[in-house]
């Protein structure tokens, strides 16, 4: 197989694993995080060096990816003089991981373009799990072929691959995607309140919705009833999983994209609003399935 050098900076959550799958599947990962504890982290991963520095990191790198917090973080690591971009040599190929607003990754995609380096977005689906076990969705803007120059690295970190559209397309595709899944999970939370509160049994009421017409992964996978699904965040206190941070951060970044074509999301507008209350309630860290416990203190 042909291997690559490439440069991984973020080594969160979802970063550090999927820098760990990059080198098992044989790349030289020279990666970088701001913070010294998620460095010591995957240092201690065979495969995968630690570099004292971003640039340090994509020295010699014919990929770079990223995999940070916000459109502001990815702003600031690859624009301006002391950005990455100025610093790369023309060919090299970015990727961006993070989820973030389109309008930020269309403005970096083009930074990138004015310099000779290719650029996608790409977004993922899968969560912590995911990473860990390679099987991440990517959901990709850019260029068709710089796609397949990228492919047989997402294929080292994912399963799925989706090529959406131009540079942004990728990061539209999530917020939806996204968008979907808080409203459901917040209307799934209400309906077993409703049954609850009528003195029903909430694991059977999910193991009824789940093979009728009102199932989706919110039944199924990660069901927000404490102890109707043994493995999901709801029977571990609402730990781990997806924190209600990072969905309500996407809801704003779908209410901002809706605005900016004129789109109409009403459902998706009162879930950015049920999230932020959510947190207000101090469960900003838990995972977003918490939000259940707004409509009922039986979750
Ligand atoms: P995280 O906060 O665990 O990790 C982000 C890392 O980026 C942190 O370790 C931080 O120190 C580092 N960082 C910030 N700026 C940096 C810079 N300039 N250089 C190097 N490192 C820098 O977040 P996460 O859970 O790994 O999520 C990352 C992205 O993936 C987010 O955009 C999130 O919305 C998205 N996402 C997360 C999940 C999930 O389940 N956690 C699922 C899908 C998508």
Known sequence: MITTRIAFLGLG???????????????????YDLSAEACAKAAQQPGVTIAPSAAAAVDGAQIVISMLPASRHVESLYLGDEGLLA???????????????????????????????????????????????????????????VLERARPVFQAMGKNIFHMGASSAGQVAKLCNNM???????????????????????????????????????????????????????????????GNDLMLKDLGLAVEAAMGVGATIPLGELARNLYALNKQAGRGGLDFSSVVQLVSDKA
């Not at 970063?15 to 790349?27: E, F, R, S, T, Y």
């Not at 290719?118 to 899968?126: H, K, Q, R, T, Y």
């Open 87 to 145: 610093k790369l040599p023309a060919g090299t190929l970015v990727i961006d991981c993070s989820t973030i607003a389109p309008a930020s990754a269309l403005k970096v995609a083009q930074a990138a373009a004015a310099r000779g380096i290719a650029m996608l977005d790409a977004p993922v689906s899968g969560g912590t799990a995911g990473a860990a076990a390679g099987t991440l969705t990517f959901i990709v803007g850019g260029e068709a072929d």
């Open 13 to 31: 959550n979802m970063g550090g694993p999927m820098a760990v799958n990059l080198a098992k599947a044989g790349h030289g990962v020279a990666a």
């Open 180 to 242: 979907a899944l808080g409203v459901i999970m917040a209307v799934t939370g209400e309906a077993l309140a409703l049954g609850a509160a009528h003195g029903l049994d909430a694991k059977v009421l999910s193991q009824m919705m789940a093979v009728s017409t009102g199932r989706s992964w919110a039944t199924e996978v990660c069901n927000p009833w404490p102890g109707v699904l043994e493995n999901a965040p709801a029977s571990r206190g609402y730990t781990g999983g997806f």
